[in-house]
């Protein structure tokens, strides 16, 4: 199992599940972060928060606790 906090800047991964409840998986939802979209990872932060992606045509910056919520394959 691969997080997005895992993926290395500059790679592209498919999202696979999403491992929040409730209203934080709402959240990641209703940011256009769902199962079978590519996620191209930009940058990530001196301290590995936050990390900024590329989802469905824009960027979008997460925390490092959302992005570990978000399974992925690269």
Do not use: C
């Not at 500059?10 to 959240?27: E, F, P, S």
């Not at 769902?34 to 910056?61: F, I, Q, W």
């Not at 925390?63 to 690269?74: L, P, W």
């Amino acid at each position: 199992m691969t997080t997005l906090k895992e993926v290395p800047v500059g790679q592209a991964a498919t999202v696979t599940r999403l491992m929040g409840q409730g209203a934080v998986k709402r959240r990641i939802m209703d940011m256009g972060i769902t199962r079978g979209v590519e996620v191209y990872v930009r940058k990530v932060a001196p301290l590995g928060d936050p990390v900024e992606v590329t989802v469905r045509g824009y960027e979008l910056s997460l925390r490092k606790a959302d992005a570990q919520m978000i399974e992925v394959k690269v």
